[in-house]
């Protein structure tokens, strides 16, 4: 069995992530639709004190990314909108592994978190299929007025629609998805057998060790529940026949693809600094950071004001191959401003003058997306590197 040190094993997660981004080839809407392939799928938020968080998983892999290019996309049938572990968009290649989900919501063997109104459901597959795509608001309510919007019944029935494959969504309008059937907005030519339970596991285990490197069994089967126990004889299978490696990371057994870990050849770059999504790829599994990374972050917008530690939306910081600091801030598009409310440098961060000029570049990349021209900065801890940070910041401040 190989094994790796910590920092070895970190490389190989940010390789296989695409992160910190490097020049990609091709044009810039091809090289967003590389970076959807290579890391599977990209969660859609709708939280935006800064850019979405959709379109900020992609700049980071993607310096040319344009937030056109996810539309583009969807028109060109190249991505389609799903489940993931959230809301998310996901390359057409694995359409056919949404089947899955969407076979077992509409048998019922997995339960939707809304219930089931087959005559709602009728009535909006009539209207779509009548009248064509159609938006929740275009719906009266059919039914009790509520003051939660996602609980109208035709809200309802469109997403319970959507989530067992009976409706895509070919675009958003102003943020609001756009319903259509599913026969009218798939491209000819996407397989759409449902796999088999075999081949549904393997695209589970390979899939997540292509978008990160390596992994444990719990961590490929993340909040599916009908997956636990059927992974590991397929895991057990495939590293028999040397499809897979075990490899221990500080005494815990990983399995790896033969072909990721070819990418321990490859250089990372280590000066370059990246401000990363809450929602990034790389930080959804909150303990795999922990064990991996010795980073324990949590994303204090659902934590009450008066218990945040870091602020409403902090941001981790990555930096020489680990997360070193958080940084809360908001983007005042208006006045072109993007406030920097509090930066929080994590204990083990020794290098102090190189970070900050790591930081400060990526600061003049990170406004420019957030269509910025201006820094205020706030809150810093230690106090001391706020001076420092500052020296490298004159022109925006």
Known sequence: MESLSPTQARKLILLSQGLPPSAAKGTALQASFAAIERIGYVQIDTISVIERAHHH?????????????????????DVFEYWSHAAAYLPMRDFRFSLVRKQAIKSGEQDHWYERDLKMQQRVLDRIHDEGPLMAKDFDNGGEQTSDWNSKPAKRALEYLFMQGDLMVPRRSAFHKVYDLTERVLPAGVDTALPSEDEYLRFLITRFLQANG?????????????????????????????????????????????????LLDKPLR???????????????????????????????????????????????????????????????????LLAIHQLSLENNLKKLEPFAAALSKELHHFLAFNNCQRLAIDKVSPSAFKALLKQHLVDLL
């Open 214 to 262: 390596l992994g444990l069994e719990r961590e490929m089967r993340y909040l599916l529940k009908s997956m636990q126990g059927k992974l590991a004889p397929i895991l057990d299978r495939l590293y028999d026949s040397g499809e897979l490696q075990l490899v221990a990371v500080a005494g815990q057994n990983y399995y790896a693809l033969n072909e990721q870990l070819a």
């Open 270 to 336: 280590r000066n370059t600094a990246a401000i990363l999504s809450p929602f990034d790829n790389l930080l959804i599994q909150r303990e795999r950071m922990r064990a991996l990374f010795d980073f324990d972050y949590q994303i204090e917008c659902y934590v009450p004001a008066a218990k945040r530690q870091h602020g409403y939306f902090c941001l981790p910081v990555l930096w020489d191959g680990r997360l070193v600091a958080r940084l809360d801030c908001k983007a005042q598009r208006k006045t072109g």
């Open 57 to 77: 998983t992609l700049w980071n892999r993607n310096r040319r990314y344009q937030t056109k290019h996810l539309e583009q996309l969807l028109q060109s049938h």
